[in-house]
Nanobody
Framework: QVQLVESGGGLVQPGGSLRLSCAAS????????MAWYRQAPGKQRELVAR???????NYADSVKGRFTISRDNAKNMVLLQMNSLKPEDTAEYYC??????????WGRGTQVTVSS
């Protein structure tokens, strides 16, 4: 089993930056694809960025060039560096762990608000 705890959310002005962290504990972290999802009020949860066990990444078109996902397998951490934030990035951000044929795991989320 995997436990995920997000941190780093908050209120930031448009154009600002935030770094989200996800601390994982439990199972073999390095074998999981790790991802960040977000959900804005009244909208469906959407994939923001994913990093696979081999380090390959993919991003939602809306965040390409602004967000960077990384992982530290030694520390069981996943980071999301968010730059040039826009009001439309406002959402609850969730950490996700995925491994084929096993249940997905989710954190409880951290709120990001981009507003002047």
């Amino acid at each position: 089993q995997v436990q995920l705890v997000e941190s780093g959310g908050g209120l930031v002005q448009p154009g600002g930056s935030l770094r989200l962290s996800c601390a994982a504990s439990g199972s073999i972290f390095s074998r999981y694809a790790m991802a960040w999802y977000r959900q804005a009020p009244g909208k469906q949860r959407e994939l923001v960025a994913r990093i696979n066990p081999n380090g390959s990444t993919n991003y939602a078109d809306s965040v390409k060039g602004r967000f960077t996902i990384s992982r530290d397998n030694a520390k069981n951490m996943v980071l999301l560096q968010m730059n040039s934030l826009k009001p439309e990035d406002t959402a609850e951000y969730y950490c996700n762990a995925h491994r084929t044929s096993l249940p997905d795991y989710w954190g409880r989320g951290t709120q990001v608000t981009v507003s002047s």
